[in-house]
T-cell receptor, first 117, second 116 residues
Framework: EAQVTQNPRYLITVTGKKLTVTCSQNMNHEYMSWYRQDPGLGLRQIYYSMNVEVTDKGDVPEGYKVSRKEKRNFPLILESPSPNQTSLYFC????????????????FGQGTRLTVV | GESVGLHLPTLSVQEGDNSIINCAYSNSASDYFIWYKQESGKGPQFIIDIRSNMDKRQGQRVTVLLNKTVKHLSLQIAATQPGDSAVYFCAENDYAGGTSYGKLTFGQGTILTVHP
């Protein structure tokens, strides 16, 4: 089954304690991205990657890091989490398709609800 | 249309009615416009997209209309069912050709509630 898998689904942590949210896709997609979703603000892109070892900032990258060492994995790293990073996080992947534009049909994971206290 | 702020627009319909969800987009350079559905506890799911050189595209029970003159996008759902209850997001991609993927930017969402 084609899917994007995020772990963990829920995480409560304390301010300053480094954490990593993993993301893996099995569709051989080149493009992967991370979003955060906050009430009333929709989804905002944190970082994205167009291929292995190619990453770039999205709209809200402050306080986050990513890496893309393998095509299937795109972990999100919070080196020193703060309470304003409490949010619902989504990883997504997409590719080019002959039927539609690139990065229009994004496949999302189930989400990671992070609480930083 | 979708609004700025903490309160999402809402739409309540009866089962079997047709639903129309509206979205105002901002980027005239966007080349693709997309609708996503997000059910409670799940990630967004692609519904349908339309390219900027089209004004209408139909899928299964859904139709997307694009009016570039007024920067307006709408999603029509025919014979709405309780399973259609979700938050619907419009999104735009500013893909400009070549090897890029363009940036996918989401609106703030509309809550659709379908009453049996």
């Amino acid at each position: 089954e084609a899917q994007v898998t995020q772990n963990p689904r829920y995480l409560i942590t304390v301010t300053g304690k480094k954490l990593t949210v993993t993301c893996s896709q099995n569709m051989n997609h080149e493009y992967m991205s991370w979003y955060r979703q906050d009430p009333g603000l929709g989804l905002r892109q944190i970082y994205y990657s167009m291929n292995v070892e190619v990453t770039d900032k999205g709209d809200v990258p402050e306080g986050y890091k990513v890496s893309r060492k393998e095509k299937r994995n795109f972990p999100l790293i919070l080196e020193s989490p703060s309470p304003n990073q409490t949010s619902l996080y989504f990883c997504a992947s997409s590719s080019r398709s002959p039927d539609r534009g690139p990065n229009t049909e994004a496949f999302f994971g189930q989400g990671t609800r992070l609480t930083v206290v | 249309g979708e609004s700025v702020g903490l309160h999402l627009p809402t739409l309540s319909v009866q089962e079997g009615d047709n639903s129309i969800i509206n979205c105002a987009y901002s980027n005239s350079a966007s080349d693709y416009f997309i609708w996503y559905k997000q059910e409670s506890g799940k990630g967004p799911q692609f519904i349908i997209d339309i390219r900027s050189n089209m004004d209408k595209r139909q899928g299964q029970r859904v139709t997307v209309l694009l009016n570039k003159t007024v920067k307006h996008l709408s999603l029509q759902i025919a014979a709405t069912q309780p399973g259609d209850s979700a938050v619907y997001f419009c999104a735009e991609n500013d893909y400009a050709g070549g090897t890029s993927y363009g940036k996918l930017t989401f609106g703030q969402g509309t809550i659709l509630t379908v009453h049996p």
